[in-house]
């Protein structure tokens, strides 16, 4: 009896996208045929990239500041990395959703960012 997977429903957000690491891990998942979410914290870049991978979808997440912001197109949200609770309602973290986090550094930001998708 083998091993059967249907499509992933889960949305995949990568949390720090348009850094170096966060831009190889989008590759990869794009490569493997999924369509993952891209957040970062400058809505130029984050935008930008997207872009490049014909129009992903895009949230402007900023690790440094909590920022209660409000919905920009294409639902864009500022989050803070320091922040489950704001990670988890702002990237709209579902059952089965999955987080990947490349925001550093892991000592100040991985604590939240592992309570936000838990």
Known sequence: MGITSGPMTARIVVFGATGYTGRLVTAELVAAGHRPVLAGRTETRVRALAAAYDGLETTVADAADVVDAATVADAADVVDAADGASLARL???????????????FRRFGRPVVAAAA
């Open 91 to 105: 990237l709209g973290l579902g059952t089965g959703d999955v987080l990947v986090s490349t925001v550093g550094p």
